[in-house]
């Protein structure tokens, strides 16, 4: 559009209003046919149209401006070269062939008839400049069309690669969680076949029969809670997967798990404290957040040791609302990596050797990014891991924030 535009002036300027007019219908049928691909949607009738009325706008150029003595053959050249840019591989042939019958058809009844195509330029100069001013512009479109078709392609390479090495890592991922899962869902169902086998061949004590169910239900709520992860994990990974927020109380939604956790870490000597201020509030997902606390609480009691400690923590800190799980560790000297947030490493045993598929980590850093979050962890090698999870504090959030400081400043 910019080429005919530059041609509408160019031409009047050298002595051809006819081209001048021919030029400026040709700008309005482009205008037109990009508005109807670019607005309307309708890309393969807006093809069709550019196509036709482009080669015979030129075919009239032909006749009015000198025929092969002038730039009308540079322009059937650009013609073609446009066609093979916006047009179906399979349909590159009609275009092309036509257009190269159509320009040979002229030559030769320019040179059979030549008194149908007259020579319309007044001056040496004119024909010229008017044959250099085409040329120029005609490399310059080419040159453009190049640069946009050779800059689609590398963009579409890249997300290409991009998406096939993003499909590498889940595969892997994948197998890795399903070999896990494999051995993990194998011993649950082994123990409860050896507890009905034992019930049928063996009489067993009271004593004895409670100790198997305690083992029984430990390891069914531990695969339980593996299968809740694998579930979560693989919606997060289904295309079309959204996100819907709602303005929560943390302690409201928090507390039913809160309490379930808190017996569950009785039950291996670790007292769990709770330190959630009562109006704290959150622009989330409460299943989501349900998700990251209850994994992260499930990671400090499988390696805090009988007699340690758990906290959790909730408040707005540093203009952030702010929730953390720290645990008194198992004693033993800790380095943990940031890979701990991805399924690249392999689980390690819990104090009481509980097994994990290291998937609960990576649903925390999943589900915190897609509330707009961060978490990271600090460690100390003794005294045990602190997770950190920080969301953006909403507005009622932000004006708690604001009183607390204006309290603090009047104090």
């Known amino acids: ?21 021919v030029s400026g219908v040709t700008l309005v049928v482009v205008a037109f046919v990009y508005y109807l691909s670019r607005f309307l949607h309708y890309t393969r009738v807006a093809r069709t149209i550019f196509c ?8 009239v150029n032909y006749f009015l401006n000198s025929g092969i003595d002038g730039p009308t053959g540079f322009f059937l050249i650009l013609m073609m070269v446009v066609m093979v840019a916006i047009v179906p591989v399979r349909q590159y042939w009609i275009w092309v062939s036509s257009t190269i019958l159509i320009a040979l058809s002229l030559h030769y009844l320019q040179y059979t008839r030549p008194d149908l195509v007259p020579y319309t330029y007044a001056s040496k100069k004119d024909r010229y400049i008017d044959i250099s001013s085409a040329f120029l512009t005609v490399v310059s479109v080419i040159l453009l069309c190049f640069y946009f078709i050779r800059r689609r392609y590398d963009m579409e390479r890249r997300d290409a690669l991009r998406n096939a090495a993003r499909m590498k890592e889940l595969d892997l991922e994948k197998n890795k969680l399903f070999s896990i899962i494999a051995h993990d869902l194998r011993s649950p169902l082994s123990h409860i076949q ?12 009271e004593k004895e029969s409670q100790q198997i169910r305690e083992e029984l239900m430990l390891s069914t709520r531990r695969t339980l809670e593996m299968l809740n992860n694998v579930l979560h994990w693989s919606k997060n990974q289904m295309s ?24 569950i870490a009785a039950a291996k000597g670790i007292s769990l404290d709770l330190k ?14 349900q998700v990251i606390v209850r994994n992260l609480i499930n990671n400090a009691i499988k390696f805090t ?10 408040g ?29 490493i392999s689980p390690g045993l819990g104090t009481a050797n509980e097994r994990g598929t290291g998937l609960g980590l990576t649903l925390c850093r999943e589900y915190t990014e897609l509330l707009e979050g961060r978490i990271y962890f600090k460690c100390d090698p003794y005294s045990g891991t602190t997770f950190f999870v920080d969301f953006p504090a909403d507005e009622k959030g932000k004006e708690a924030m604001q009183q607390l400081e204006t309290g603090q400043h009047q104090a």
């Not at 050896?194 to 004590?205: P, Q, R």
């Not at 959630?276 to 957040?289: F, G, K, Q, V, Y």
């Open 276 to 289: 959630i201020e009562a109006n704290l509030t959150l622009a989330a997902n409460s299943d989501m957040l």
């Open 240 to 263: 079309g997967f959204k996100i819907e927020k709602d303005t929560i109380n943390i302690l409201q939604v928090l507390s039913p798990q809160l309490l379930l956790f808190r017996d």
């Open 305 to 314: 040791a009988s007699g340690g400690s758990i906290t959790v923590f909730a």
């Open 52 to 59: 036709i009325s482009g080669t015979s706008l030129f075919v």
């Open 194 to 205: 050896n507890f009905l086998e034992m019930l049928a061949e063996y009489d067993l004590t």
């Open 1 to 21: 559009m910019f080429a005919l535009a530059y041609n509408i002036p160019f031409n009047w300027y050298v002595g051809l209003p006819a081209i001048a007019l």
């Open 316 to 344: 707005y800190v540093d203009g952030q609302c702010r929730i953390t799980v720290s645990d008194s560790g198992n004693g033993l000297p800790v380095h943990l990596s940031k890979e701990i947030f991805s399924l690249s």
